[in-house]
């Protein structure tokens, strides 16, 4: 038996102690005596009960009430220690492992070790989605971007000047190795979850292919000052960046216009090798047939990188766990300065159809 990652237990006053410090699930137990707190209080020392007769005494030392109730409020876990759960904790603390939600944090780390998940477009704020995801136990992430590494994409939680110039599929798996020696960065299946991180806008011509392939995935758009995350689409089931595009558009009649100037008409564009989606070249919007060619790259802010990179691994992680992540049917904007997210819904539009689309996921 042993106290859940991440848990404290603290001393309140004569006869009382309180476990954990977020009040999602923080207990207090009061009225015990000075050996009853002291029991207690050892766990916040050795985090589990030793075996054999010294963990029998320190149970004995207990009201019978008190382990039975802490175990049936998620503070305690019965087994022994998973080193996996310790690493979580430490690296990501996110509540599913903290609260137990969905079996506790071994049950979440084996999900997590069994995911696949993508990540196209490797900029500062890709490679914070992808080594985040990594770190946090996704066993393996497979990584896609055409590109160098640049000189702005240099900085904390991102690439290393002796990366400038590398590609960025290259030096990025070599950051995530940095943070987890063991992850995974092929794979011989198409991702349980496809993270898309793009600039300016979202290019409309990646929906139908996605949704198409049943991939569940993630837009990220950055801009030149604030970040959209989301919506998490999940072909059938939630609103598509159509939806998106069509609600602006009625909104804005002159949206087309300018995302076409952001994001090209390109059949030929690539989608992406390593993820088994990438579409053929093909005939342009004006017609005739030409190469593959890849959008302008642009820059991102270096906070705005952090933040919304770091806000798309926790709506991943939220999806591989089995929960809903925020982004479902909504957009997170996070806007610089202040980097405070706002979630905008985002509804089926009558002229898309994708929710009429057998279901996955």
């Known amino acids: 038996m042993r106290l859940r990652a991440g848990l404290r237990v603290l001393r309140r006053g004569p006869g009382e102690v309180q476990v954990g410090l977020d009040p999602r699930w923080a207990v207090r137990v009061d009225g015990l005596a000075p050996s009853e707190v002291e029991a207690l209080v050892a766990l916040d020392r050795e985090r589990e009960l030793p075996a054999g007769p010294a963990g029998a005494r320190r149970v004995g030392a207990l009201p019978d009430a008190v382990l039975p109730g802490l175990l049936a409020l998620g503070v305690l876990d019965e087994g022994r220690a998973d080193p ?19 079996g506790g944090a071994a049950e979440v780390l084996t999900r997590r070790e069994a995911a696949v998940v993508g990540v196209l477009g490797l900029g500062p704020t890709g490679l914070v989605v992808a080594s985040t995801v990594a770190a946090a136990g996704v066993g393996t992430v497979v990584l896609d971007d055409p590109g160098p590494v640049r000189s702005g994409d240099v900085g904390p939680g991102a690439y290393r000047w002796a990366d400038v110039g590398s590609p960025r599929v290259a030096a990025a798996a070599r950051a995530l190795a940095d943070v987890r020696v063991d992850v995974r960065t092929t794979a011989d299946r198409r991702p349980d979850v496809l993270v898309v991180v793009e600039h300016g806008a979202a290019d409309p011509a990646r929906a139908p292919v996605l949704l198409g392939a049943g991939v569940p995935h993630l837009s990220v758009v950055v801009r030149e000052a604030d970040a959209l995350v989301g919506p998490f689409v999940v072909p059938g089931r939630t609103p598509c960046l159509r939806c998106l595009d069509l609600a602006r558009a009625a909104d804005d009649p002159a949206w087309p216009v ?31 047939d030409h190469a593959p060619r890849t959008r302008p790259t642009a820059e991102e802010p270096l906070l705005l990188s952090g933040v919304a990179g770091t806000l798309a691994a926790a709506h991943v992680l939220a999806a591989v766990d089995g929960r809903r992540p925020p982004s479902w049917a909504a957009v997170v904007e996070v806007a610089l300065p202040g980097l405070l997210g706002v979630a905008r819904p985002v509804h089926p539009h009558t002229r898309c159809g994708c929710t009429g689309l057998p279901p996955t996921g």
């Open 84 to 102: 996996r759960a310790a690493r979580a904790a430490v690296v990501c603390a996110d509540a599913a492992c903290l609260a137990g939600g969905g």
């Open 258 to 288: 300018v995302a076409a100037q952001v994001v090209p008409p390109d059949p030929g564009l690539p989608l992406t090798d390593g993820l088994g989606l990438r579409r053929r070249a093909g005939p342009s919007a004006a017609g005739g």
